[in-house]
């Protein structure tokens, strides 16, 4: 599966933006999908992970209840819509997915970057 991961920008503390990530291939819904995120001079870091359903999701502590991971097999896609954004949530940010069965996450999106002013 290849993705594609758009939606960044600048946005000032408090606002809001929603990522989006679209996936070629006709097994997406097979997937487990991901969120991440690597800030400048920081490793990378999980932010919110969900299964091949939608039906299960789990978050970092430090997004959690500001964040929302969702998708939409039927459009291959996968959403992070990011509310009351911080100074510190600036990063690029990646899709990722996960075959089933895997215990890695072998395919990677190109990241966007999310910046936010204070």
């Known amino acids: 599966v290849q993705l594609q991961a758009s939606g960044g920008g600048l946005v000032q503390a408090g606002g809001s933006l929603r990522l989006s990530c679209a996936a070629s291939g006709r097994t997406f819904g097979a997937y487990a999908l991901a969120w991440f995120r690597q800030g400048s001079g920081k490793g990378l870091e999980s932010v919110a992970r969900?299964?091949?359903?939608?039906?299960?999701?789990d978050y970092a502590d430090s997004v959690k209840g500001r964040f929302i991971i969702s998708r939409d097999n039927a459009k291959n896609s996968l959403y992070l819509r990011m509310n009351n954004l911080k100074p510190e949530d600036t990063a690029v940010y990646y899709c990722a997915a996960r075959e089933s069965g895997a215990r890695t996450y072998d395919y990677w999106g190109q990241g966007t970057q999310v910046t936010v002013s204070s």
């Open positions: 969900i299964d091949w359903s939608g039906d299960m999701t």
